[in-house]
């Protein structure tokens, strides 16, 4: 019943930024984040928000990335400011509904050097 649409993946340079931007569509979303998964690595926390507002980051992205959200139209933000190549990876939206979690499609994020 519900359906998370990424957008605003693409190739940028070292010490860029980049956008995106996730809507959930369907049943209502509570908590809402990122996570991302590189080649050859385990999906990993990048940002989470609850719908209060309050964030979590992973230290990895702490000073560079930012989260926010628009709670009435169920869309998910993520600034992301100082990129480094390390952060090359397909980066997932990920919403918390009622009764389970739910997954974009991903979109890749390539940070040349």
């Known amino acids: 019943q519900v359906q998370l649409v990424e957008s605003g993946g693409g190739l940028v340079q070292a010490g860029g930024s980049l956008s995106l931007s996730c809507t959930a569509s369907g049943n209502s979303i509570n908590a809402m984040g990122w996570y991302r998964q590189a080649p050859g690595k385990q999906r990993e926390l990048v940002a989470t928000?609850?719908?209060?507002?309050?964030?979590n980051f992973a230290d990895s992205v702490k000073g560079r990335f930012t989260i926010s959200r628009d709670n009435a139209k169920n869309t998910v933000y993520l600034q992301m400011n100082s990129l480094k190549p390390e952060d090359t990876a397909v980066y997932y939206c990920?919403?918390?509904?009622?009764?389970?979690?739910?997954w974009g499609q991903g979109t890749q994020v390539t940070v040349s050097s």
């Open positions: 990920n919403g918390k509904g009622a009764l389970r979690y739910y």
């Open positions: 928000i609850t719908t209060g507002g309050v964030t």
